[in-house]
């Protein structure tokens, strides 16, 4: 059996869904398959958004989950933690394409414990956000995607992710640390040594915080990924 190697942690990757969109992140995938890694975690907004309905397959969301597959066939871990822009992921050909699809994770390492979530929710007193949030992810919601035509779906679709935008697009302009903090704190009092957030597309580090809280680069912007030893527990930043 081919020993593994790191755990890798991959924010907002944003793949668009045009034909060709998903090259850089398959070829960067290939890449990562070379280092027989032991796990890959997307840390939400893998595409630009996903919508879990065959109606809004194109031929690069079909490529990319191929290349998943292939991935976690290989016997890698893939976790698709579930971001803002993921609707309808579970039930859909996402989840069928890699091991789990999860609201957060943890990792465990060498003693270290990693918690890992998208982060846009950490603010619970931003109310117009989380009711869009719920608005455009519930049963209903997937149904009504599920029954009117794609044209009609789309622009249904684009129009409540707009307004998630809107609304949530002031803790991207200015970082909520406090509020990471908080959250983090949070997770201490349940023995996590680590938070890991994506969504804020900034790379930071909170060294001062305890745990310690991470702010994953968005993966679009250079390829970036956090990168956690099993053996030591360790993590560092890497490009890929």
């Known amino acids: 059996m081919t020993a593994r190697g790191d755990i890798y942690i991959l924010g907002d990757s944003h793949v668009g869904l045009g034909e060709g969109d998903e090259r850089a992140m398959v070829e960067w995938l290939d890449r990562l398959a070379s280092r027989s890694p032991a796990a890959l975690y997307l840390n939400g907004d893998v595409f630009h958004y996903y919508i879990g309905n065959p109606k809004f397959m194109t031929d690069a969301v079909t490529r990319f989950l191929e290349r998943l597959r292939a991935l976690r066939e290989s016997g890698v871990d893939v976790v698709w933690v579930e971001g803002n822009r993921d609707f309808f992921v579970r039930r859909s050909a996402a989840e069928d394409a890699v091991t ?4 957060w994770e943890e990792i465990r390492a060498a003693g270290m414990r990693y918690f890992v979530i998208h982060g846009d929710m950490i603010n619970d007193r931003d109310l117009p956000y989380r009711f869009w949030r719920a608005f455009s992810k519930n049963r209903f919601m997937e149904l009504a995607v599920r029954m009117v035509p794609r044209t ?7 129009r409540v992710e707009q307004k998630l935008a809107t609304s949530n697009f002031k803790h ?5 640390v406090e509020l990471m903090e908080e959250y ?7 023995g996590y040594d680590v938070v890991v957030f994506g969504h804020f597309h900034h790379k930071l580090l909170l060294p001062e915080s305890d745990p310690r809280v991470i702010v994953l680069p968005a993966w679009f912007e250079r390829g970036e990924a956090l990168a956690i030893s099993p053996l030591s527990g360790q993590w560092r930043f890497e490009v890929v």
């Open 100 to 103: 789990r699809v999860v609201d």
């Open 152 to 158: 009609i779906a789309r622009r249904l679709v684009d």
């Open 172 to 176: 991207k302009t200015r970082l909520p």
């Open 184 to 190: 983090g704190r949070a997770r201490g009092n349940e």
